[in-house]
């Protein structure tokens, strides 16, 4: 035991009094609070939670005026919620939208997705038993709720930063994330891979995959659906729906109701006498004859056609029984369909359409803090010019203005742009252009194939998709843009080392995988003046396919003046070898365009 003055953050005098067990209390003369750090000894996992990560929340954010969160600090793993009433969990989800929104507000990270899933993880966590159960998220912003739950409370200011925790489900980091999560799309495969393993090596455990909006939009989920209708294995897919579109004009059209008779409609589906009912009937239909057994399936498809959403016979028609729309937001609703899933010992696969809203909490908060701001006296265009000021110039600006001034005099120019979000820049080109502008989400193999077609009808696309994620479409580059030297500008956005984004989004590759093609013409730029140019000299190049890349950084210079750029020199038929150079971490690449022929030998 210990006792030491100490000046606060804030100029105010206090004693600080340590003891060296599981809690260490702070007291001042204005704010005394306690500070619990049990979470900091040995994880019980196997996994070793704290051996793997090495950093620890700055000091200066724990002199915060804390939110009392009663209920949150004695949940310490999943096994808590057991106990919990309903009541008590809905106070439990409140107080986790409360401890996102105090811990991730500060570093102005996007935590809505986050937000909208409180009550769903809520709800998870409550039914199913992890990390004996396998619970697996297709998207990393989906799940600080989860990782509050289990044991990563006290490190949560350490997201995303070194030695911190991921921003992403990872297997080394917790015993409670059976498979990591960084590109989107792949719960569901991994997740049937699980269950597959669990019913040849006989055991029982539960296996539970959650995908949302965006990732809905890739090719590899609809296979993976596809494939566990066809093995029937017991799998439980949930599809967090938090209404977003990548077009406006569907975001503006009908919503799916969510009301009293929606509610017992989803309990009714996914009761087990229903289930069994239903089972019975076609086990009958099918002694009668193929053709009432045929006849009946027809009536139980347009039944729960008509019950159920737009689109929700598609689920049926891959092979998974759908259960919904659910309110994502109504415990009790959650709970109740969740441990009627979890009763039923076969199944096969089942989709419960989860309803969330993605906007509420975070609108909210934002109207508190312009109030606040104006109490202040800050009138709001002095709150928007500030938000405005601190935006850094990137390469990403750069290169929109470039491509509008190029849009501007060549009216073939089109983007194609493929990721899990828009960069806020393309905005601009997007107002100006929309005509000429397509976004189509988590689908990068159809973005390549999709410009080469537009390039094939005599237009001149730029295709605008992250390092890591061009990865994923590798294919098509090769065999339906190179090989058929069909002139597709690729921009490769977030090149290099990402920082915050990880290894999972590290974009290092792209210079190997892309300049070992016999037609591709690659550059990269070193500053912002190259950039300007490399967008001129790919609108020049009609004959063959031309790659650019660029980091995420902001740019060296913020005052760089607006003009257009000039074609670059292109050097055609080199050796096959590329010579790097190296300043810290960061590639510096030549200045002239390079084409790499595949006839040269080293």
């Not at 009293?260 to 239909?285: C, G, I, M, N």
């Not at 508190?368 to 500030?386: C, R």
Request: glycine share 6%; charged share 20%.
């Amino acid at each position: 035991m210990g006792t030491a003055p100490t000046q606060c953050p804030s100029g105010i005098t206090a004693n600080f009094h340590a003891k060296f067990d599981n809690r260490t209390e702070f007291s001042c003369s204005s704010f005394p609070f306690t500070l619990n750090l049990s979470k900091l000894n040995s994880h019980p996992t196997s996994k070793g939670l704290v051996n793997k990560i090495g950093s620890l929340p700055d000091i200066d954010d724990l002199f915060w005026e804390k939110v009392p969160t009663p209920i949150l600090d004695v949940v310490e793993n999943p096994t808590h919620l057991k106990s919990l009433s309903i009541r008590e969990l809905k106070l439990l989800a409140d107080e986790i939208r409360l401890e996102l929104s105090s811990t991730m507000s500060k570093p102005q990270r996007s935590f809505k997705a986050s937000l909208a899933a409180v009550e769903l993880t809520v709800a998870l966590h409550y039914v199913f038993h992890a990390p004996v159960d396998k619970i697996l998220w297709d998207a990393g912003e989906q799940t600080y709720a989860h990782k509050i739950l289990t044991g990563r409370r006290i490190l949560m200011p350490t997201l995303r930063q070194k030695n911190g925790l991921s921003g992403y489900t990872s297997r080394t980091e917790s015993e409670y994330d059976p498979f990591g999560a960084g590109h989107g799309c792949n719960s569901i495969s991994a997740g049937l891979g699980m269950a597959v393993a669990r019913d040849i090596k006989g055991k029982r455990e539960r296996v539970v995959t959650v995908i949302n909006n965006t990732t809905t939009m890739a090719g590899q989920v609809y296979e993976a659906m596809s494939n566990a209708g066809y093995l029937d294995s017991n799998l439980v897919v949930i599809l967090n729906d938090s209404r977003h579109s990548l077009h406006p004009k569907i975001e503006e059209g009908p919503k799916t109701s969510i009301n009293a008779l929606s509610s017992t409609l989803s309990r009714l589906q996914s009761s087990k006498s229903f289930r069994k009912f239903r089972e019975a009937a076609k086990d009958v239909t099918k002694r009668i004859g193929m053709g009432m057994h045929e006849l009946a399936a027809k009536v139980d498809e347009y039944a729960r056609g008509m019950m159920g959403p737009l689109g929700s016979t598609l689920f049926e028609e891959l092979g998974l029984y759908y259960i919904g729309p659910v309110d994502g937001h109504k415990l009790e609703d959650l709970i109740c369909v969740l441990q009627e899933v979890a009763s039923l010992d076969s199944m096969g696969p089942v989709l419960i359409h989860v309803i969330t809203e993605e906007n509420q909490c975070s609108e909210d908060k934002q109207k508190k803090v312009t109030v606040e701001k104006q109490q202040e006296g800050l009138s709001l265009n002095d709150i928007y010019s500030f938000s405005n000021d601190d935006h850094c110039r990137t390469y990403s600006d750069c290169l929109v203005e470039a491509l509008v001034m190029e849009a501007e005099k060549e009216k073939d120019i089109v983007v194609v742009h493929a990721g899990i979000e828009m960069d806020p820049s393309l905005k601009l080109f997007r107002e100006r252009f929309s005509d000429r502008f397509f976004d189509v989400g988590m689908a990068e193999q159809h973005a390549v194939t999709f410009s080469a077609g537009l390039s094939c009808g005599g237009l001149k696309p730029f295709c605008i998709i992250p390092s890591a994620f061009l990865q994923r479409a590798y294919d098509q580059v090769v065999h339906d843009v190179d090989r058929q030297r069909i002139p597709v500008r690729f921009v490769i956005t977030s090149a290099g080392l990402v920082g915050s984004d990880g290894p999972l989004q590290c974009g290092a590759f792209d210079i190997t995988f892309m300049s070992c093609l016999p037609n591709m013409i690659v550059m990269a730029a070193s500053d912002e003046d190259e950039l300007i140019d490399m967008v001129a000299t790919a609108t020049r190049i009609d004959d063959r396919p031309v790659c650019f890349r660029y980091p995420r950084g902001a740019l060296v210079r913020t005052d760089y003046p607006i003009h257009g750029g000039s074609a670059l020199e292109v050097i055609v038929s080199c050796p096959l070898f590329l010579i790097y150079c190296f300043s810290s971490l960061s590639f510096i690449n030549w200045k002239k365009a390079v084409s790499c022929n595949a006839n040269n030998s080293i």
